[in-house]
């Protein structure tokens, strides 16, 4: 039996009409459903889906539910790096590493352990780790933004905290991007030991997220010089600390730590960041990365080992000492030709004017500039028509009055953040001398805690150590004389001596300026301070032959 075309066109016609009816059906089930159960969307970042298997003959039952969030990822990226492998360091939960980590919490409640013998173990292997950690890496490193990159510490632990407290509140591994500090950890603040042990102890920790520059503060001839920095200096804090003896080769063993710094990084393969400044250049066959590349690994500067080149001393130099030009400077000293001229410190430092900033970046292909080595009130300067920022981290110790800030820049891709610290900001562990929360405390609690420089303005009789606990192995450190000597009649590339009292480190401490009401500037090292560091840096390095003969008394070199 044949069916018409007009037959089959008006039974379809019939299907499509019941398939509508049984979609508005549907949809105004689904409707009435929902007026009476209101769901809250979910946030497919948050959503964690689970495949709940309910026994044999039954269909696989999904369930979603909410998962907490973390800081910086979202739950899957948070199971995926769950599933990695640790490949950043074996020292997350080191003893060593945790006590100095709780110490920066809190200082105050680690005072013993601030003045012990155990500290002083720390410090020591804490700088054998970190400088094997440093010598894998080069004179350059390079880094992506999110990076936070940080000016002057200066031993402000004050400040230092600060920055902990609101940049890194849950720890730097589970904070978004990398840390970079641009050198001059030490002198003038009075936790010098403390920052140190702190940074080294993350670098230890997170060898691939932390990373620290050399600033002119991290050479001997610096952080040694007592008689211009008194209690300030790294050296009279080392020595005040743990006693002569030990004292130096803490010194010296942070040192050796700073002698493996890289002098530079770069972020996004756009911004180079230094201490000081960019080097002049040694041939217009290279260029100024290849330069600082080329820095032997291990480098004194001031003063140098006998394995430097004058040449690449220059270069170091430069890059932890150099400044931006003036406009002064510009008209009158800075060569129009090279762009570089004499610094307004003296000694031997330099300064790099508009042309020299130009042809660098050009060479180079960035387009800023990010150093420190300048104190500056704002946090962050700007200057050479806004492409060298100057970044300065601590708000103390440097002129600059009670309502200097203490700044440090993020950046992230495109975006430059500058973060700084109002000085309305008050810490929880660092007091003034009259602060009520002193008044329970006894003069001796007071007197510790001022030492430390958490009282803002007696060492412990602690038996000597064995030699063992501050020494590494016969084979390391006749491996050190051999390949790592002073050079003992050269002359440093930066003269101190000769540095302008009124720019370079122009420092103003009462303790130490005013004697008897009148102004006295502070003697310096007979002769060459590097030949005086060098004869004591040897004495420090050279193994005794007969511990037992140490009895503690006060070097008077």
């Not at 060593?96 to 013998?117: G, V």
């Not at 591994?173 to 080294?200: H, I, K, W």
């Not at 010089?225 to 803490?250: A, K, L, P, T, V």
């Not at 290279?286 to 004058?310: C, F, M, S, W």
Request: proline content about 3%; charged content about 25%; aromatic content about 8%.
């Amino acid at each position: 039996m044949s069916v018409s075309t007009a037959e089959k066109d008006e039974h379809i016609s019939r299907l499509q009409s019941q398939v509508n009816a049984l979609v508005n059906e549907l949809e105004s089930a689904r409707q009435a459903n929902q007026s009476h159960v209101r769901r809250r969307q979910m946030s497919p970042h948050a959503v964690h889906i689970q495949q709940i298997d309910p026994g044999k003959n039954a269909r696989p039952i999904l369930r979603a539910g909410k998962e907490r969030m973390g800081r910086n990822a979202s739950i899957c990226t948070q199971q995926v790096m769950a599933s990695l492998p640790n490949t950043d360091s074996d020292y997350a939960s080191h003893p060593l590493a945790i006590r100095i980590l709780d110490m920066f919490q809190n200082p105050s409640l680690h005072l013993d352990y601030l003045n012990s013998e155990q500290f002083a173990k720390d410090l020591f292997k804490l700088c054998q780790k970190v400088r094997h950690v440093l010598e894998r890496e080069p004179r350059v490193v390079y880094l992506q933004s999110p990076a936070y990159i940080f000016g002057d510490i200066h031993g402000n632990l004050e400040d230092l905290h600060f920055f902990s407290d609101n940049i890194w509140r849950l720890g730097m591994s589970l904070t978004a991007g990398n840390f970079l500090f641009l050198g001059d950890y030490v002198d003038r603040g009075m936790s010098c030991l403390e920052v140190t042990a702190y940074l080294l102890a993350m670098k230890l920790q997170l060898p691939n997220k932390v990373y620290l520059l050399r600033g002119n503060h991290e050479t001997r001839d610096v952080n040694g010089w007592e008689e211009h920095y008194g209690e300030r200096s790294f050296i009279y804090q080392c020595r005040n600390r743990f006693g002569d003896d030990i004292g130096y080769r803490i010194w010296e063993a942070c040192n050796q730590v700073f002698d493996r710094l890289p002098l530079a990084g770069v972020v996004d393969q756009d911004i180079f960041c230094v201490h000081g400044g960019i080097p002049r250049p040694l041939s217009p066959n290279t260029t100024r990365i290849q330069d600082i590349l080329n820095v032997p690994k291990v480098a004194g500067i001031n003063p140098p080992y006998e394995h430097e080149e004058d040449a690449y001393q220059q270069v170091a130099s430069d890059c932890i000492w150099s400044d931006p030009a003036s406009e002064d400077q510009e008209q009158h000293s800075v060569d129009q030709e090279t762009g570089f001229g004499e610094s307004l410190r003296g000694g031997g430092a330099i300064c790099f004017g508009d042309k020299a900033v130009t042809d660098f970046l050009q060479q180079q292909g960035f387009s800023y500039i990010m150093r420190a080595h300048e104190a500056h009130a704002e946090g962050v300067a700007v200057s050479k028509s806004a492409r060298v920022f100057t970044v300065f981290s601590t708000s103390k110790d440097h002129n600059q009055g009670s309502q200097a800030l203490a700044g440090c820049i993020l950046v992230d891709g495109e975006k430059l953040q500058v973060i700084n610290r109002s000085p309305a900001y008050k810490n929880q562990y660092v007091h003034r001398r009259d602060s009520i929360s002193l008044q329970s405390l006894s003069t001796t609690e007071i007197a510790k805690r001022v030492k430390l420089g958490l009282v803002t303005n007696d060492q412990d009789e602690s038996s000597d150590e064995e030699w063992d606990d501050y020494e590494s192995s016969e084979e390391e450190e006749e491996e050190y004389r051999q390949e790592y000597t002073f050079a003992q009649n050269r002359r440093s590339s930066i003269n101190l001596q000769q540095m302008s009292e009124n720019y370079h480190d122009s420092v103003d401490f009462d303790s130490q300026m005013q004697l008897g009401g009148e102004s006295h500037k502070p003697e310096m090292y007979t002769g060459s301070s590097s030949r005086s560091l060098s004869g004591i840096v040897n004495e420090v390095i050279k193994e005794d032959d007969d511990a037992s003969t140490v009895d503690g008394e006060a070097d008077t070199r």
